[in-house]
């Protein structure tokens, strides 16, 4: 009998906390109206294309380029498009997720004669990884964002400049100064 005695007190204390209808504002009518649609909203005919084929039919002879009267390909449909949106976006997250020495990179030397390429691998977080070719041969290539070794070789001091790094590349025991820069 006391749970039915709660259970009517919380259902007076509910009715007691809901604004009473003579407070609320009366309904006024929006300043700019609603997008509203005519009577004949979904039944009038596609514009553009609408005429032609909807699927291509396979083709048995070659077609010149006369003989085409409208667009060279369909319009992509609903489902087309949103792939096609959901693939930018991924890239476009890859590439804000990337750190600054990720893609194709080329060490060259103070002449701006290439001593390597490399493709590098850096996801932001942890060391990048990835490879290095040159006429010599091919290896593996490593960095912690200060210095990147190619393994084989030797290993190159970065500093950061405005496109690319520069700094001292060591091999065999002797220096110079290099650069890592994009390739054109």
Known sequence: MSGLIVFAFAGLLIQETAPHPSTQAAYQAPVIRPFEPGRNFG??????????????????????????????????????????????????RADQAAGPLEGAWRVVDAAGRTLYDLVLNDTGVGPVEGGWRAEAGWGAATSDGTTLTLDGPGAMTLERTGNGWRGVLTIDGQTRPASLIRPN
């Open 43 to 92: 039944r009038e005919p596609a514009q553009g294309d609408a005429e032609g084929e909807l699927y291509r039919r396979p083709l048995d002879t070659p077609v010149v380029v006369e003989a085409y009267v409208r667009s060279y390909e369909y319009a992509p449909d609903d489902a087309e498009t949103a792939y096609e949106q959901g693939v930018a976006s991924a890239e476009i």
